[in-house]
């Protein structure tokens, strides 16, 4: 039994009516105060390991008892007064952000700091779970990379905020001084939030500059990790991957593949953050990398491949408020990944007007639930276990108990969230057994309404009458976020054990692209990039499966929302590049104005694929761009064609890059090609980009340079 099944035992059919001071903390923060104000073990329970536990609904067992004071917690606060925070004596902040703070505070004094008049209420700092060859010219960055003026995201900061990066990639290094070997590094700052032994570390962003200090972990410096290429021992490794490939994606320079697997801004210099995945450590991640591109003067774009279902799914959380706080001034933009729930059911919505029941299907042995719904309505509520147990709570009241099924924790609110005048129902399930069914029931009290419901922890559970409805992940649903979904680039490459294929749809929405909208009623996501399959860097620290690994092994496919979001990051790094001032939503109203539209994507804006699919050029346009060039020439020497097209094409003087594509007549694009210049003849096979055989009908060829398009030629296909 866990220690935190344990917890429940010792709180049989206890009911209890929150008061005003715990009212002001979030329901895992209540269920510590009460557990703690009953005589529970909580000095047994680490918290650093119980929110993990609860919201990620893993089997990890907590640590033994030391018998010494517990490490303190690190919480989110919202005061009542701007820089609030400082002012709270039993908090010790990490940064502070108007009326929003990261920090810690003792278990003990959780309380005590709810009963505190500045504080107006207090999130525990929730865990947050991680979510390119082909898909970097569909999103139209060559066409910015060979403009004039050239745009590859020099001058800018790029910050990816994930598991690390493999410093001895060549795709993050540089030869300065052309004997061939590339000794310089393109990462500025490497912070390790994970190092052990370096607490109070402080960081520098330069010779001159010294920025605030570090609360944790280690910083490591330009210079440092040269010497670390130079010795070919990095300080601090990707033992997941995840973060090297998602950096590949947005800003690798493909050095390692000669220059063929470039990210989308290979020209952007790289802050890293090697966080530990919870929500206040990533927003002290964000905060660095953008303190860093201010000390140097630069704009910069932060990547967030990450996110979790903790909250209400409307912005309001500590987490997507701080996020949107950060994003404070012209030069500075956040990009987050989707969401990888597209295919779960981990979302329950209904106007619930009289009793009604959903069964949560059990997948691992911890399971948490939030159910959100109008601070004018007030619900009881009953969990009846597999064994045929009931737990029920009435409005304001908390209760544990234990079945022979496994422990029940249910907190009822019943003053209105200060986030955002709703109230929200939580329940924690503990040592369930997998494959187990429990039964929700929710009764309307003096009124219904709208209640939307969340699986915390997507591989935990999921409800059998769920659906995959409003599944963006947080920090996705904060208002200044650029949110991500993905699509379908690719279904076959090459690995080092030969040809691989994988079953979907080229330019199709990605099966476990996260919908929307949020529960506030906006659009989300923002739009879509390239997430299925995508090559990227190979951190060498892990070993990926040889099905996924490129000949040469420096490269390797994966997929998912956190694919799609670094595409957008390197697009927005192209857009700072050649405009250093754009606002966060000058940056988001261009790439939504520019998302291209197809039969795939549908009517827009909607709430699977947001504004459409990602294409920078297009955005590019429309913040601005060189004058009036000559056009290019594309013409087909012979129509109808059956086996193969001929076209012959001429490029201006001064051109630097020429591709023919060819779309259908939804408008998806069938097949492109890189043509030699200034001019000669192509030849398209009458075939997808991946080698299947068109069908008969009309077909539309441009001829796309960097500096302006061809007329379209109309290609008819008679098999």
């Known amino acids: 039994m866990t220690r935190l099944a344990l917890l429940l035992v010792i709180l049989p059919l206890l009911s209890l009516p929150a008061a005003a001071g715990p009212e002001k903390l979030d329901p895992l923060l209540r269920a510590l105060v009460q557990a703690r104000g009953v005589g529970g073990p909580v000095d047994l329970l680490s918290p650093e390991v119980l929110p993990t536990l609860v919201a990620l609904g893993g089997d990890a067992a907590l640590p033994p008892a030391e018998g010494g004071p517990s490490a303190p917690l690190r919480v989110l606060l919202l005061t009542k007064d701007p820089q609030g925070a400082w002012m709270v004596p039993l908090f010790r902040p990490h940064q502070v952000v108007g009326t929003l703070a990261t920090g810690e505070v003792e278990l003990a004094d959780l309380g005590a700091l709810a009963d505190h008049p500045q504080v107006v209420y207090v999130q525990a700092s929730r865990p947050v779970y991680p979510m390119v060859d082909r898909s970097v010219p569909e999103i139209g960055a060559p066409a910015l990379w060979y403009s004039t003026p050239a745009a590859t995201g020099e001058g800018v900061i790029l910050g990816v905020v994930d598991t690390g990066i493999d410093i001895l990639h060549r795709d993050f290094r540089v030869d300065r001084t052309g004997d061939g070997f590339e000794e310089g590094s393109r990462i500025l700052w490497l912070w390790d939030q994970t190092g052990v032994g370096a607490t109070g570390f402080p960081y520098w962003w330069g010779d001159d500059l010294t920025g605030a200090e570090a609360h944790y ?10 010497i670390a290429i130079a010795t070919g021992s990095p300080p601090t490794r990707d033992a997941s991957g995840h973060g090297t490939h998602v950096a590949g994606i947005a800003a690798g320079d493909g050095s390692a593949s000669g220059g063929g697997m470039r990210g989308a801004a290979p020209g952007a210099d790289l802050v890293i953050v090697k966080t530990t995945f919870y929500e206040d450590t990533v927003l002290d991640g964000v905060r660095f990398v953008f303190e860093a591109a201010e000390a140097l003067g630069k704009p910069a774009v932060v990547n967030l491949s990450l996110g979790g279902h903790s909250g209400p799914h409307d912005g309001s959380s500590l987490f997507e408020r701080m ?43 911890t ?3 939030q159910l959100w719904h109008s601070g004018t309505a007030s619900f009881s509520t009953e969990v009846r276990a597999p064994s045929g147990e009931t737990v029920t709570v009435l409005p304001g009241t908390q209760r544990g108990a234990s079945t022979s099924s496994g422990g029940v924790w249910l907190d009822n609110t019943s003053l209105p969230d200060p986030r955002n005048l709703s109230r929200y129902i939580y329940i924690a399930l503990t040592d369930v057994t997998p494959g187990a069914t429990w039964v929700v029931t929710l009764t309307p009290i003096l009124g219904g309404g709208r209640v939307d419901g969340w699986v915390e922890n997507p591989s935990s559970a999921q409800f059998r009458e769920g659906d995959s409805r409003s599944t963006i992940s947080e920090p996705g649903n904060a208002h200044r976020a650029i949110t991500v979904g993905a699509y379908v680039t690719k279904t076959q490459w090459t690995s080092v054990v030969g040809n691989q294929a994988e079953e979907g749809e080229i330019g199709a929405l990605a099966s476990f692209s996260s919908r929307g909208p949020t529960r506030d009623g906006r659009v989300k996501p ?56 754009l606002t966060w939503s000058e940056v988001k109203d ?97 075939t997808t980009s991946d080698g ?10 441009v001829l796309v340079t960097d500096r302006a398009q061809s007329e379209i030629v109309r290609v008819v296909v008679q098999r």
């Not at 972990?217 to 040269?226: D, K, P, T, V, Y």
């Not at 299925?532 to 070993?543: D, E, G, L």
């Not at 299947?692 to 060829?701: D, E, I, K, M, N």
């Open 323 to 365: 996020l949107d706080a950060l994003v404070d001034r012209p030069g500075r933009a956040v990009v987050v990944a989707a969401g990888n729930e597209g295919d779960r059911r981990i979302h329950i919505g209904a106007d619930v007007r009289a009793p009604t029941t959903w069964h949560l299907e059990v997948e691992k042995s």
């Open 692 to 701: 299947r055989a068109v069908a008969s009908g009309l077909y539309l060829a």
């Open 367 to 369: 399971v948490t639930v």
């Open 526 to 581: 923002d739009l879509a990039a390239p997430g299925a399959w995508i090559a990227s860097a190979r951190s060498w620290n892990v070993t990926t499966a040889p099905r996924l690994t490129l000949p040469g092994g420096e490269y390797t496919m994966l997929l998912g929302t956190s694919m799609a979001a670094p595409h957008a990051t390197g697009a927005v790094a192209l857009l700072f590049s050649r405009q250093p001032n």
């Open 217 to 226: 972990g280690r910083a490591f410096s330009r210079q440092e990790l040269e």
């Open 590 to 686: 261009a790439l939504l104005s520019g998302a291209r539209v197809d039969s795939q994507v549908g009517a827009t804006p909607n709430y699977i694929w947001g504004a459409g699919k990602l294409d920078v050029s297009r955005a590019a346009a429309l913040i601005g761009s060189p004058g009036p060039v000559e056009r290019p020439t594309l013409t087909l020497l012979a129509n109808p064609v059956s086996r193969e097209a001929t076209f012959r094409y001429h490029c201006p003087s001064g051109t630097r890059w020429a591709s023919l594509h060819v779309y259908d007549l939804a408008g998806k694009l069938v097949s492109t090609q890189l043509l030699p210049l200034p001019s000669g003849d192509a030849r398209w096979t009458v």
